[in-house]
């Protein structure tokens, strides 16, 4: 996630969220939202970094993705 690579990482996030939402895989999908909100968060967005955030963590969470809760509530800790 280089500050000078975000276009390129959006893209791929985009990319990703698409195949995720297309095929119905949840855990995909709070990935992508992560990475996005991760993009925001570079970006100095904060508030639209929370809102994908707390996204990726409302799936993971009914997805019992323990590992994944951890990272979005590790990335819910830098914004506050």
Known sequence: YRDSDLKKTQDYAKRALEIAEKNNFQKGRADALSVFGIIFYRQGKYDSSLVYQEEA?????KLKDQSGVALSYNWLAHLN
Not at 57 to 61: D, F, G, N, P, S
């Open 57 to 61: 963590l409302e799936i993971r969470e």
